[in-house]
């Protein structure tokens, strides 16, 4: 099969590898109809994410048809057409049985807070991931859905992680009606936690970005108002003004760690493969809530050290929450959404290119190129 592989920071291409074969009985193999490069793809790409291995396929958002099922797999059939969320979980540990799919204790031998991860590097499981034409997915029976026959290919791919993801961070924001929530990062996650905050109830939305597309995408498809940090000398400052001096009472942290790296991180990564995190945003997201106020973090950080101003959140009395999205526990709901019209996640992909030409898709996608958003991945083998 053709499969996206990585060779090293920035360094990616397509090359044939073995179809991945049945391991254990509750495998499934999926032939990749639509993969998508994610925002924290680019950590990887970069260098700048902890036990990335030469040779590695990255993706973690993607779906497919079932090849072939293991034995024991009684939940899917050669032919279904399926959803896998980003989440390798065992469906059955302590974690598992009550909801946290990404904190799974039994899929990932080298963390004790994450769960597996398909294409995410070896910190996050090992597990080859979906830019390719085929996939191995564990424990079949618990993570993949069949799509439902009325929902569109690429809204179901949305569906994978972006989607969910940003409706977790609003989720995490506890928002109560009538309150004011801001989201740093208009990227696709951010774009997602804009849309879900009038879902729950928001009575005002602010996006901060720095790139006009992305903020004009904020305005048209969130329906959010929206700040150009770089037209401001302190977005704190500006958005206290925006906000009687109060702060926000939500603030959703959509950015993470920098995915371009900061210069310590450039300087660094390629020898120790740090990326703690540079985290501007967060920090941000502290100083401009209000006190009292609620900060979710949904931007993805590495294991290392990161500067947070934490006293300042304890002393502002602040309720942070944080953690991967649990992503099938979404579904319900969003599907419900999608279905009664009130968001079409499809909405927000700018580009769709061939699985042979993912190496200028990882280019135009970290260097910000041709207005790209979200790109999609569309195999041969589709």
């Avoid at 179809?19 to 999926?30: F, L, S, T, W, Y």
Wanted: hydrophobic content about 40%.
């Amino acid at each position: 099969m053709k499969a996206m592989v990585y060779r090293g920071p920035y360094k990616v291409r397509v090359e044939e590898k073995d179809i991945p074969p049945i391991e254990h009985p509750n495998d499934a193999i999926v032939r990749v109809t639509r993969a998508a490069i994610c925002g924290s793809d680019l950590h990887l790409y970069h260098g700048m994410m902890p036990d990335t291995r030469v040779g590695t396929t990255f993706g973690h958002e993607f779906i497919g048809v079932v090849e072939e099922v293991g034995p024991s797999v009684e939940n899917l059939q050669v032919g279904d057409r399926v959803m896998v969320p980003f989440n390798v979980y065992c469906g059955s540990c302590w974690f598992c049985a009550r909801g946290l799919y990404s904190n799974c204790h039994n899929v990932n031998p080298n963390a004790t807070a994450i769960g597996g991860i398909y294409g995410y590097s070896h910190t996050c499981g090992g597990y080859d991931g979906g830019q390719a034409e085929y996939v191995r997915v564990p424990f079949a029976d618990v993570g993949p859905s069949v799509i439902p026959e009325w929902l569109d290919d690429d809204d179901a791919l949305m569906l994978t992680d972006a989607l969910p993801t940003g409706y977790f961070g609003a989720q995490l924001g506890d928002i109560a009606e009538g309150d004011t929530v801001v989201v740093f990062g208009a990227g696709p996650i951010g774009l997602f936690a804009a849309k879900s905050s009038w879902l729950m109830g928001a009575g005002r939305v602010i996006v901060v970005d720095h790139l006009e597309n992305r903020l004009a995408k904020a305005r048209e498809f969130a329906h959010a108002e929206t700040l150009h940090f770089g037209e401001h000398d302190d977005i704190v400052v500006a958005l206290k003004k925006a906000t009687d001096h109060l702060g926000a009472d939500v603030a959703i942290d959509a950015v993470g760690a920098e995915a371009d790296g900061n210069l310590t991180q450039h300087i660094t990564a390629a020898k120790f493969k740090l990326q703690g995190g540079s985290p501007v945003a967060l920090n941000w997201a502290i100083d401009s809530v209000r006190k009292g106020g609620n900060v979710s973090v949904m931007g993805a950080y590495g294991p290392l050290f990161s500067a947070v101003k934490f006293g300042d959140a304890m002393n502002k009395g602040l309720t942070l929450r944080m953690n991967q999205c649990p992503v099938k526990r979404q579904w319900p709901r969003l599907l419900e959404h999608i279905r009664n019209g009130y968001i079409t996640p499809s909405e927000i992909i700018t580009h769709r290119l061939p699985l042979e030409d993912i190496a200028e898709g990882y280019h135009m996608f970290s260097a910000k190129l041709d207005g790209c958003i979200k790109p999609v991945i569309v195999p041969s083998a589709a």
